[in-house]
């Protein structure tokens, strides 16, 4: 049995999603390009015939890893969350305390992140400093540039 992997409703939503394209958009897309390909007659020559397979290979390949995915998967409940502590979901303000810079992370599923609208892997190095962390701890998070330390201002939903 795989690792449960958790979601938001909207990530999970996502990855079906994204099942459902592949698998009625794109498999009968591939397929028919196999059967053009097939119809120019040599196949031990035909590189249009072995660029399909390849392809459909690959297809069945990740939609076959999406299906291992949503087995796992689970919807967070955020109602039953601690908001006394940085957890999965939490919407965490911070300091930086060298330049006094304040910014606001989600953390959010490895899935799910998106630097640009805030929302951060809980697997990312400032991610893993804050877990379990409170209001007004100071956290110090070694990152690629070097140690940081950042204070904790605010955590919601």
Do not use: C, W
Request: net charge negative; hydrophobic share 40%; no cysteine.
């Amino acid at each position: 049995m795989s690792e449960t992997k958790y979601f938001t409703e909207e990530g999970l939503q996502k990855l079906k999603d994204e099942l459902d394209e592949l698998i009625a958009k794109e498999r009968p897309r591939i397929s028919q390009m196999i059967a053009e390909a097939r119809d120019k007659g040599d196949l031990s020559e035909n590189a249009e015939y072995d660029a399909a397979k390849d392809a459909q290979a690959m297809l069945e390949l990740k939609i076959s890893q999406l299906q291992d995915l949503l087995i796992s998967a689970r919807v967070l409940d955020e109602s039953k969350m601690d908001m006394s502590k940085v957890l999965l979901l939490s919407k965490v303000t911070i300091k930086n305390l060298k330049n006094g810079s304040s910014m606001t992370y989600t953390l959010v599923p490895e899935k799910e992140a998106d630097l640009k609208s805030g929302r951060i892997s809980v697997n990312s190095p400032i991610a893993k400093g804050l877990l379990g962390k409170s209001v007004g701890d100071q956290v110090e998070i070694a990152v690629p540039a070097g140690k940081m330390t950042f204070e904790i201002i605010h955590i919601g939903r």
